[in-house]
Every structure is written in C-alpha cells, then in structure tokens.
T-cell receptor
Framework: QKEVEQDPGPLSVPEGAIVSLNCTYS??????FMWYRQYSRKGPELLMY????GNKEDGRFTAQVDKSSKYISLFIRDSQPSDSATYLC????????????FGSGTQLTVLP | NAGVTQTPKFRVLKTGQSMTLLCAQD?????MYWYRQDPGMGLRLIHY???????AKGEVPDGYNVSRLKKQNFLLGLESAAPSQTSVYFC?????????????FGPGTRLTVL
C-alpha cells in the first residue's frame, strides 16, 4: 500500500462547477499537507498548504484536512478553464528527512 | 532571478549511452532534489542533497548517480541508460529552516531511451 493515495482521475467538469480533489494517507506523523498544481509540460508549483487539521481558504480554493480520518481535500469553487491542470497532494512531517511524499496526481479539465 | 533551471529540456538516448542532467538554482537554497515523474506514479524521489558536498538516496536511486560540488548545482547522471529510465525528470530546491519544506521545481527534462 502506498503511503499516500490520490484519486487518479482524469476529471472533467463544466466551467463554474465545484471540484473536489482528495487524498488519503497512512502516516500519522504527517503535519503539513500541501497541494501542488502542475500545468501541462511545466514543473509543479505550490498552490496552498495546511498545518495539522482544519480548513484553509484562499480565494476560490479551500484545503481541508481531517487527521482523524487521514483524509485531505482540495475544493475549487466556480472552476475556470485556467484551473485545468494536474493537482498533486504532498505531505511532510518531523523525521521525514526534508522529503515530501506525493500522491500520484489528479488531472483536471474544466470545459468552457 | 531565474529560480530553478534544468538542462537539457529534451533528450533521446540509445540503450547503454550515458548522460548528465544539470540543475541550477539561484535562490541560495540548501536542499536540492531529483525526481522522476511517470504516468500514474506521481513524483518519485531519486536522490537528494542537504548541502554542498552531500548526497543521499531517495525512493528509486538504482541506475542513477548524483553530485553536488557547488551549492547552486545538482547533477544527475545515467551511466548506462535503459528504456525503463524513459521519464520526465524534475529538479527541485528548498530553503533550510522550514518544517513545511516548500519545494521549488524546475521545468523538467523529457528523456526517452530507445
């Protein structure tokens, strides 16, 4: 079993839809939960992160962490064609030797 | 400020050939990483470095070697390329002192081994 599992997609939605992207993990030591966005043929970029449990909102994006269930989500409201990308969850914690553990990524297409 | 740059952008090799991928960063970051990205596999760590002159193995180190002779550069070598090493290779760097460990990625090198 992988340490981080991510819904593989691909996911295709109409413009304006609410998108939910999800990851589960097994390592209870993870403390930082990140979402990277990767446009086609580009490197990943950090979109947002959450420390421990709870929600964090940034414009149309909301990151949610439920440590009791070992489940994280990224919600995109009013999705736009410019949101079309691959979204990777990533996690880190003490003792991770400065490493991130990534999910496999979900490819999202927002249709105009 | 160019961030993280990678050379070359594309390369086609024949089985058994060798090559070196170069990563350079101008952000004075201590930590540098090499990943490979394959469909359905996400990013897998090959090797990483926590400072000049140091290297360590990641999740999938076999068939690769690295060197960090200068703080700003991290080289990834393939001594005898195999078709299984066909992939997109990403370099990343991160500053010290962050538990978050935000990593900044380069644009990638697309490698095909025939």
């Amino acid at each position: 079993q992988k340490e981080v599992e991510q819904d593989p997609g691909p996911l295709s939605v109409p413009e304006g839809a609410i998108v939910s992207l999800n990851c589960t993990y097994s390592n209870s030591a993870f403390q930082y939960f990140m979402w990277y966005r990767q446009y086609s043929r580009k490197g990943p970029e950090l979109l947002m992160y959450t420390y421990s449990s709870g929600n964090k909102e940034d414009g149309r994006f909301t990151a949610q962490v439920d440590k009791s269930s070992k489940y994280i989500s990224l919600f995109i409201r009013d999705s736009q064609p410019s949101d079309s990308a691959t979204y990777l969850c990533a996690m880190s914690g003490p003792g991770s030797a400065r490493q991130l553990t990534f999910g496999s990524g979900t490819q999202l297409t927002v249709l105009p | 400020n160019a961030g993280v740059t990678q050379t070359p952008k594309f390369r086609v090799l024949k089985t058994g050939q060798s090559m070196t991928l170069l990563c350079a960063q101008d952000m004075n970051h201590e930590y540098m990483y090499w990943y490979r990205q394959d469909p359905g596999m996400g990013l897998r760590l090959i090797h990483y470095s926590v400072g000049e002159g140091t290297t360590a193995k990641g999740e999938v180190p076999d068939g690769y070697n690295v060197s960090r002779l200068k703080k700003q550069n991290f080289l990834l070598g393939l001594e005898s390329a195999a078709p299984s090493q066909t992939s997109v290779y990403f370099c990343a760097s991160s500053p010290p002192g962050q538990v978050l460990n935000e990593q900044f990625f380069g644009p990638g090198t697309r490698l095909t081994v025939l």
